[in-house]
């Protein structure tokens, strides 16, 4: 460290003092005009230099403490100013939010009155009325809100008088149509509907309270900005006020000692890092790694849990199928029961397999189908299920519509393919196509559809099949190859 020389401590002085009294005292002739006898005769100068130093000392103290109190005016004055400006910039924010509310509430009672005026007109049911009165008194009430919270030199106050001419011409428009529907002249009112004058009137509303929407809510902004703007400008003014007190109290050895101190501490803490980020960056991939090992068996328990529930689901419809005696309910449930098993073999899958992401289609659909042929001929269908299906993997939740489409395709074919129980097959082939994607086909030798036949059954089945098929981006095309049909999906696939 070094001292500043301009300002020399008392013990500096006294060696300087001694120094030269021992150059004033050694032996030689004495020098004329020079004091011989006393060892500090020339000291005054010295003494001097010390009085002047404490002076500058006393008056760096002073100029502190002046310097510190001239602060805390500035952080009081500044304090009081910016909590005067929040106030004000608090009560501009809630008289502009009060407006936004009331131009939104006028508008939202308008749209009423006139959901109101529209259902009466077109049904005639004077049920569709009730809100009317409400909304309409709400909104004039509203009006007069609005007119007296705008001040007098906002922007939009001039457009305020026509916005009371617009909505009481609106209001008397509904008004006139509601009176003659009520007296039974509906062609009337129907004509001063179609002349569109209340859809003119309710542009331009929507367009003045729009209008008063968005300048609320930029006044909003601005204001937050300024609050802002105010808060970080006290920060500032409060630390730079500080900076100066700290300035003026600390000294400069000090400070040169705490940043030395704070270079040290920092260039360590900046080696040891060095020395253990490779250790910090294996335990972190490790963390990592655990983390997705939970994160994989918490997805696999999560698939188990709702297979289990689809299967809980499945017999408990079941159940209810075997309490039923009307056949159109024991069937729609039995379609039910088949719908779930397929959805829910999807999440035995998952949870059997090491991939979440996609599904292997040969696996999924064979045992769906196979549990499907099985529940087809406890039904009491005689056809036989043929399935080739190639190794295709496909997105999760596209799989699971594929096999809800494939499910309903092959019931229709059990059951109207081969009406009085008549031996057959059902062929379901999947093959691979090229451009990734993939061609599924559903055919029986059966009695065929006829072009212009009505779906057999309910028709929900076909709704579901044209679902799904919308779901995967594609459609279902249906071959007549006499005899027989042919039901034909082609899908993207997944990557193997």
């Given at each position: 460290?070094?001292?500043?020389?301009?300002?020399?401590?008392?013990?500096?002085?006294?060696?300087?003092?001694?120094?030269?009294?021992?150059?004033?005292?050694?032996?030689?002739?004495?020098?004329?005009?020079?004091?011989?006898?006393a060892p500090f005769c020339y000291t005054q100068p010295f003494e001097s230099w010390l009085m002047f130093g404490r002076s500058r000392l006393a008056l760096g103290v002073g100029a502190g403490l002046t310097i510190g109190f001239l602060?805390?005016?500035?952080?009081?004055?500044?304090?009081?100013?910016?909590?005067?400006?929040?106030?004000?910039?608090?009560?501009?924010?809630?008289?502009?939010?009060?407006?936004?509310?009331?131009?939104?509430?006028?508008?939202?009672?308008?749209?009423?009155?006139?959901?109101?005026q529209r259902g009466f007109l077109l049904t005639g049911n004077e049920i569709y009325l009730?809100?009317?009165?409400?909304?309409?008194?709400?909104?004039?009430?509203?009006?007069?809100?609005?007119?007296?919270?705008?001040?007098?030199?906002?922007?939009?106050?001039?457009?305020?008088?026509?916005?009371s001419e617009a909505v009481a011409e609106k209001i008397a428009e509904m008004d006139n149509?509601?009176?003659?529907?009520?007296?039974?002249?509906?062609?009337?009112?129907?004509?001063?509907?179609?002349?569109?004058?209340?859809?003119?009137?309710?542009?331009?509303?929507?367009?003045?309270?729009?209008?008063?929407?968005?300048?609320?809510?930029?006044?909003?902004?601005?204001?937050?900005?300024?609050?802002?703007?105010?808060?970080?400008?006290?920060?500032?003014?409060?630390?730079?006020?500080?900076?100066v007190i700290v300035l003026v109290v600390l000294v400069v050895a000090f400070t040169v000692y705490r940043n030395g101190q704070d270079l040290k501490q920092a260039r360590d803490e900046v080696q040891a890092i060095n020395l253990t980020l490779e250790e910090r960056v294996k335990a972190r991939t490790a963390d990592l790694a655990q983390a997705r090992e939970r994160a994989e068996v918490l997805l696999t328990e999560v698939n188990h849990r709702v297979a289990n529930s689809l299967q809980l689901v499945a017999v408990l419809v079941r159940m209810q199928l075997r309490s039923v005696t009307d056949t159109a309910a024991k069937d729609a449930l039995l379609e039910t029961e088949s719908?779930?098993?397929?959805?829910?073999?999807?999440?035995?899958?998952?949870?059997?397999?090491?991939?979440?992401?996609?599904?292997?289609?040969?696996?999924?659909?064979?045992?769906?189908?196979?549990?499907?042929?099985?529940?087809?001929?406890?039904?009491?269908?005689?056809?036989?299920?043929?399935?080739?299906?190639?190794?295709i993997s496909l997105r999760t939740d596209a799989s699971v519509s594929l096999g809800v489409a494939v499910q309903e395709l092959v019931?229709?074919?059990?059951?109207?393919?081969?009406?009085?129980?008549?031996?057959?097959?059902?062929?379901?082939?999947?093959?691979?196509?090229?451009?990734?994607?993939?061609?599924?086909?559903?055919?029986?030798?059966?009695?065929?559809?006829?072009?212009?036949?009505?779906?057999a059954g309910t028709g929900l089945g076909s709704k579901i099949v044209r679902t799904m098929a919308s779901s995967l981006q594609t459609h279902v095309e249906y071959i007549n190859r006499a005899p027989g049909t042919l039901a034909r999906l082609v899908l993207k696939t997944a990557t193997a």
């Open positions: 460290m070094q001292r500043h020389r301009d300002v020399p401590g008392a013990s500096e002085v006294i060696s300087i003092a001694q120094r030269g009294n021992f150059w004033l005292n050694r032996p030689g002739p004495p020098k004329v005009g020079h004091c011989t006898s602060a805390l005016i500035v952080i009081v004055g500044a304090t009081i100013w910016l909590v005067e400006r929040g106030n004000s910039l608090y009560e501009q924010s809630a008289l502009q939010r009060s407006i936004r509310i009331v131009a939104v509430d006028l508008r939202d009672h308008l749209r009423t009155a006139e959901s109101s009730a809100p009317y009165d409400t909304a309409k008194t709400r909104a004039r009430q509203e009006l007069d809100d609005l007119g007296r919270m705008i001040a007098p030199d906002a922007p939009n106050r001039a457009m305020l008088p026509r916005l149509t509601i009176a003659l529907k009520s007296a039974g002249r509906d062609a009337d009112a129907m004509a001063l509907v179609q002349k569109n004058r209340g859809k003119t009137l309710m542009d331009e509303i929507n367009v003045f309270l729009y209008g008063a929407i968005l300048t609320a809510d930029e006044s909003g902004t601005l204001h937050g900005a300024e609050h802002q703007h105010n808060a970080s400008l006290l920060r500032w003014i409060s630390a730079g006020a500080a900076v719908r779930i098993n397929a959805i829910s073999l999807i999440h035995k899958s998952l949870y059997t397999s090491g991939d979440v992401t996609s599904v292997a289609l040969d696996d999924y659909l064979g045992a769906m189908l196979g549990n499907l042929e099985t529940a087809m001929r406890k039904d009491g269908h005689t056809a036989i299920l043929k399935c080739y299906l190639e190794p019931t229709n074919a059990f059951k109207y393919a081969y009406p009085d129980d008549k031996p057959g097959e059902v062929r379901v082939r999947l093959k691979r196509l090229d451009d990734d994607k993939a061609e599924l086909t559903v055919e029986d030798d059966g009695v065929g559809i006829a072009p212009d036949a009505s779906p």
